[in-house]
């Protein structure tokens, strides 16, 4: 799940490569086997993109130039790719740095992550990891650089929302800095100025449609969240229809 402001933008076999890493080495060495399976609600979300994966992987290739922009400069031990999708923001961060862990809802989008990171030669350095945004099964203070892009808005109510925010504070090192972003009403498809509940359709190869919920955040609105949450905020900007906030532990 990794979807904001570009909506239709831009058969496997052998092992599972998607697990909870609690008895291996290299990255999945940081994820906590003990952690809570994913909500019911969480796990409707990853059963949306589990029926559209395959193709919605195909039109997300290239990272935004703000998760760039961001990631410049900043290297480290640990990297988290929440809400990863099919993986296109890990790759930067694996260039980055040791070890990237990618957390998905979606079984299908992870496996498509874990392809990908084979395919493009940083396969060893990540690990694709089933979990809920809002209860991670990370252990605390052991990420140094998070990427947290278009995957809030799909989270409901605004109190798995907020409690999301709270767990990339949790699992943030003190020095640690994160990238968040969200659909904003600022963004050319809307003309709302106050948050809003919506279902967005997307369109597989045949003309069949799967609908996906998102929140639409206005700038307030999501500087209240973040404000609501563990994180202390460190920039909030809107690009290219969506609210951003680099934001930092308290």
């Known amino acids: 799940m990794n979807d904001g402001d570009d909506p239709n933008g831009d058969g496997r076999g052998g092992d599972d490569p998607v697990g909870d890493g609690s008895d291996e080495d290299g990255p999945a060495g940081n994820v906590d086997g003990d952690g809570d399976e994913p909500t019911s609600t969480a796990r409707t979300v ?32 640990l990297g988290l790719d929440l809400g990863c999708g099919n993986g296109r923001h890990a790759k930067p961060l ?5 070890d990237v ?24 350095s990540f690990a694709a990891v089933l979990g809920d945004a809002a209860a991670l099964p990370l252990r605390r203070d052991i ?32 020095d640690g800095r994160a990238l968040v972003s969200a659909w904003c009403t600022r ?15 997307w369109t597989l190869p045949g ?25 202390r905020t460190v920039e909030v900007f809107v690009s290219s229809g969506n609210c951003y906030a680099v934001v930092a532990a308290e």
Do not use: Q
């Not at 694996?94 to 040791?98: C, G, N, T, Y």
């Not at 003309?207 to 994180?231: C, K, M, N, Q, W």
């Open 46 to 77: 990853g059963e949306t993109y589990d029926r559209i994966a395959s193709h919605f992987a195909r039109t997300r290739e290239y990272p935004w130039p703000e998760v760039e922009s961001f990631l410049d400069g900043r290297s480290g031990g």
């Open 94 to 98: 694996a260039a980055r740095m040791e």
């Open 101 to 124: 862990v990618g957390v998905d809802v979606s079984r299908n989008l992870l496996r498509e992550a874990t392809d990908r990171a084979r395919e493009r030669g940083y396969g060893d």
């Open 143 to 174: 990420v140094d650089v998070a990427v947290y892009v278009a995957a809030l808005h799909h989270l409901r109510p605004r109190e798995r929302r907020v409690a999301s925010l709270s767990e990339l504070a949790r699992v943030l090192t003190p």
């Open 187 to 201: 963004s050319d498809r809307f003309d709302r100025t106050e948050g809003f509940d919506t279902e967005v359709d």
């Open 207 to 231: 003309g069949r449609t799967v609908p996906r919920f998102y929140h639409i955040y206005d700038p307030e609105e999501f500087r209240a969240d973040l404000d609501a949450s563990a994180l």
